[in-house]
């Protein structure tokens, strides 16, 4: 496996899967958030994105974590070697953007000029993550499913599988 996609909810532990897989397989890993905030939680304007991420996504092996599904699976599905779901629960999800959003955990993986703790960002976030399989799944799924076979998607639900997936690399 020389390039991975990391799905999933807020809060689902994307970034730290990513990073453990990228530490075990010497690959580097790209965060779509880094890519897509400016300072302050502004968005890049769209070309700019899709520049940013195709640049990251130009070497021979990576790691990409983040959804951003209708503004760059085109660029990153269709080359991936592996697609990897994580289907955390979404009271679990929840609890950890309140526990990041409290500064009680250190997110390394934080946008360049972005900081958590607003606590309204934090409500919003909660929201969205709770809503995202009814609001948001289906159409990450559609979109998924239009550029790579369902071979190349593996679904982690729990931390044994997630372990497994850890232990068998």
Same mark, same amino acid.
């Given at each position: ?5 990391? /799905? ?21 890993? %790209?965060?779509?958030?880094? /890519? ?88 919003? /976030? ?17 979109? /998924? ?7 190349? %998607? ?16």
């Amino acid at each position: 496996m020389k390039r991975i996609n990391v /799905l999933g909810n807020s809060g689902s532990g994307k970034s730290t899967f990513a990073r453990l897989i990228g530490e075990r397989l010497q690959i580097p890993v %790209v965060h779509l958030d880094q /890519l897509f905030w400016e300072p302050g939680w502004q968005q890049a304007d769209a070309d700019l994105f899709r520049r940013r991420v195709a640049n990251a996504l130009s070497g021979e092996t990576w790691i990409c974590e983040g959804n951003y599904s209708n503004r760059t699976f085109d660029l990153r599905v269709p080359v991936a070697d592996l697609n990897i779901w994580l289907e955390t629960p979404r009271l679990t999800c929840a609890i950890r953007i309140l526990i990041r959003s409290a500064r009680l955990k250190a997110r390394p993986d934080l946008p360049a000029g972005c900081a958590e703790g607003d606590i309204r960002n934090a409500i919003n /976030l909660v929201r969205y993550a709770w809503r995202f399989d009814a609001a948001q799944r289906g159409r990450v799924d559609a979109e /998924l499913a239009r550029w790579v076979a369902p071979n190349r %998607v593996v679904h982690l639900r729990d931390r044994n599988q997630i372990a497994q997936f850890l232990g068998d690399l």
